[in-house]
């Protein structure tokens, strides 16, 4: 299993949770605060099979505005993919 954790804009948010919970993935969406405390992001966990990262991370990236991926300083969504030991819901 792996979690997805990526951090966007507020203004993608709506559309891209809408999109992965259509998907059928789970998803679990908090206010988050970057860029020395700017404000104005939201960021997504989703633990997926490892079977399923690469669609959820096509869903995403094709739903965010295109920038240039070199500039990492104008990314538009930044995402990390852990692995996860254990995952229970209770």
Same mark, same amino acid.
């Given at each position: 299993?792996?979690? +997805?954790?990526?951090?966007?804009?507020?203004?993608?948010?709506?559309?891209?949770?809408?999109?992965?919970?259509?998907?059928?993935f789970?998803v679990?969406?908090?206010?988050?605060?970057?860029?020395?405390?700017?404000?104005?992001?939201?960021?997504?966990?989703?633990?997926?099979?490892?079977?399923?990262?690469?669609?959820?991370?096509?869903?995403?990236?094709?739903?965010?505005?295109?920038?240039?991926?070199?500039?990492?300083?104008?990314?538009?969504v930044? +995402?990390?993919?852990?692995?996860?030991?254990?995952?229970?819901?209770?």
């Amino acid at each position: 299993m792996k979690m +997805i954790l990526a951090i966007m804009p507020t203004n993608l948010s709506d559309l891209i949770s809408t999109e992965l919970v259509n998907a059928e993935f789970r998803v679990t969406k908090f206010a988050s605060t970057a860029g020395l405390l700017s404000g104005g992001t939201t960021t997504f966990m989703v633990v997926v099979n490892d079977d399923k990262v690469n669609s959820a991370l096509d869903l995403i990236r094709n739903l965010t505005p295109h920038s240039d991926p070199t500039d990492s300083a104008h990314a538009r969504v930044t +995402i990390y993919v852990m692995p996860v030991k254990d995952f229970e819901r209770v």
